[in-house]
């Protein structure tokens, strides 16, 4: 019988691989759309016409029950947030909205419509921000420090205790930093991908940064995804810390993007305050040992692999 899942937040990042391994293996794909004037279909162009759309949004609760009853799925992915650090601190009753009260309206349209179903939470690694003890496991406590981390450890917190007080098969993913070249490029490791790429073709001059001593633990998102669907596949609902146990600073992302086109990028990288968050998360490193020993899980792309891949992207990209 052929299993069917709902997946919010598609054309992001995360949700295009997600979309590319579950018809992969054969899934029925639905997705909710919310409905813009151009909608963005960029990153699953190559596969929109596999998928079935379904209007709605994280914040109308009515949409998100009427797309649980059309797309009646096994499996339930809930992607969709308002995912960019920077803008939560611009916009943080939009993303204590849409990235944590939207997790609760999700979780209860499931409840509602199709409490069997299996629910996977994307969590985050921001959860963990000051962080008070490294590597992170999934027991460490949760410090946020930005209104995006505040809301993604409400989204979590919801799941939790969904599956507590409905025994709801309800996972949380939290993932550390995972990138691709279908990041959006206001993301740090996108941006300095894609500004190496355009200093190389003359398209622009500088590159200016924030703080180029944060450290990041940074992962393949297609490996991610993997880690994403395990989780749905397992005897009991359980929360996975999925990461590459590796830490690396923005400097060495930087070092690696340019030194790919052969530029020096002390010669074009300026620092600016502007880029500098209010309060910053100064390293984050993830432990995966449970989801590697439960799950199976495995890396398949390492950090030098993951940039090299962004700027040869980005160069292709612009060259065109």
């Given at each position: 019988m052929t299993k069917s899942a709902f997946v919010t937040g598609?054309?992001?990042q995360d949700g295009s691989y997600l979309a590319e391994l579950l018809l992969e293996k054969g899934y029925k794909v639905f997705a909710l759309r919310r409905r813009t004037s151009t909608p963005i279909m960029e990153n699953i162009e190559h596969i929109k016409n596999e998928i079935?759309?379904?209007?709605?949004?994280?914040?109308?609760?009515?949409?998100?029950i009427n797309?649980?009853?059309?797309?009646?799925?096994?499996?339930?992915?809930?992607?969709?947030?308002?995912?960019?650090?920077?803008t939560s601190w611009i916009q943080p009753v939009l993303t204590g909205q849409s990235t944590g009260i939207g997790v609760t309206n999700m979780l209860e349209a499931v409840r509602l419509v199709k409490p069997e179903a299996r629910f996977y939470q994307a969590s985050s690694s921001e959860m963990f921000g000051k962080v008070v003890e490294t590597p992170q496991i999934e027991t460490t406590p949760f410090y946020p420090r930005s209104p995006y981390g505040v809301a993604k450890v409400y989204g979590h917190w919801?799941?939790?205790?969904?599956r507590e007080s409905y025994d709801m098969f309800a996972c949380s993913g939290i993932l550390f930093n995972h990138e691709s070249p279908r990041r959006g490029v206001e993301f740090v490791t996108r941006k300095v991908t894609d500004a190496a790429a355009?200093?190389?073709?003359?398209?622009?001059?500088e590159l200016r940064m924030g703080?180029?001593?944060a450290k990041r633990d940074w992962g393949f998102a297609g490996d991610y995804v993997k880690a994403m669907w395990l989780m749905l596949q397992q005897d009991t609902p359980d929360d996975y810390v999925i990461s590459t146990g590796e830490m690396h600073t923005v400097q060495e992302l930087v070092e690696i993007a340019f030194g790919r086109l052969d530029l020096n990028w002390r010669d074009y990288v300026v620092i600016d305050e502007k880029f500098v968050r209010p309060a910053e998360v100064d390293l984050l490193l993830g432990d995966c040992t449970k989801a590697k020993q439960?799950?199976?899980?495995?890396?398949?792309?390492?950090?030098?692999?993951?940039?090299?891949?962004?700027?040869?992207?980005?160069?292709?990209?612009?060259?065109?």
């Open positions: 598609i054309t992001g079935e759309f379904i209007d709605g949004d994280l914040l109308d609760q009515g949409s998100l797309a649980m009853r059309i797309s009646d799925p096994d499996e339930v992915y809930n992607l969709a947030a308002q995912s960019f650090v920077g919801i799941t939790v205790n969904y355009r200093i190389k073709l003359g398209l622009q001059k703080n180029l001593d439960n799950l199976g899980w495995e890396l398949e792309v390492g950090f030098e692999q993951l940039v090299t891949m962004m700027v040869d992207s980005d160069l292709a990209k612009l060259s065109k």
